[in-house]
């Protein structure tokens, strides 16, 4: 079991399912079964029912995700729960590490698909990313910066981490 975990812009969802195909394991993207489960987009749950309900959805995916194991995405916000972070203590954790102004780059100026970084993406994720930084670094087995690297050359630092981790 593997948790992928950072800043919107990581690069959770892209280096996930290339991770979960080199171990042979399945790839989960816990937004994308919280969108599935709800029936509409992560956007619309924030507007019509708040962050409030949204991460109280998050925490029950994200604990079943973990549950069935393989290789799983968990939302940028999801560590920072108390339950998932118990969770995160009992299995090999990687801290998808990136810059504001890489991710801003890769999520876009006007990413509206994020609820949390409306407006001014790069200041908010400026700010998102000092909030979040310990609750990150916390659980983090093993930690990736990825501002210069491809999703397949990050998989294959992770891969020689975990080999290290079994020696």
């Known amino acids: 079991m ?10 959770k ?5 290339l991770l979960a195909q080199r171990l042979g394991e399945e790839f989960v993207d816990v937004d994308a079964v919280i969108e599935q489960a709800e029936g509409r987009d992560i956007p619309e749950i924030f507007l019509i029912d708040g962050e409030s309900y949204f991460r ?19 939302g940028g916000g999801a560590p920072a729960d108390v339950e998932v972070g118990n969770a995160l203590d009992r299995m090999c954790v990687v ?3 990136v810059s504001a102004r890489t991710a801003a780059d890769r999520v876009g100026l006007k990413d509206t698909g994020r609820p949390l970084l409306g407006g001014q993406v790069h200041s908010q994720l400026v700010r998102l990313m ?7 670094q916390r659980p983090a ?6 501002d210069t690297l491809t999703p397949e ?4 630092v992770i891969v020689s981490e975990l080999a290290d981790l079994k020696e």
């Open 2 to 11: 593997i948790a992928l975990i950072g800043a919107p812009g990581s690069g």
């Open 56 to 74: 109280k959805v998050e925490r029950r995916e994200t604990l079943a995700a973990i549950e069935r194991g393989g290789v799983v995405s968990l």
């Open 141 to 146: 087995t093993i930690r990736v910066a990825t």
């Open 95 to 97: 801290w998808l590490d």
């Open 13 to 17: 969802s892209t280096v996930g399912p």
């Open 130 to 136: 000092k909030e979040r930084r310990a609750v990150y």
């Open 153 to 156: 050359q990050v998989v294959d």
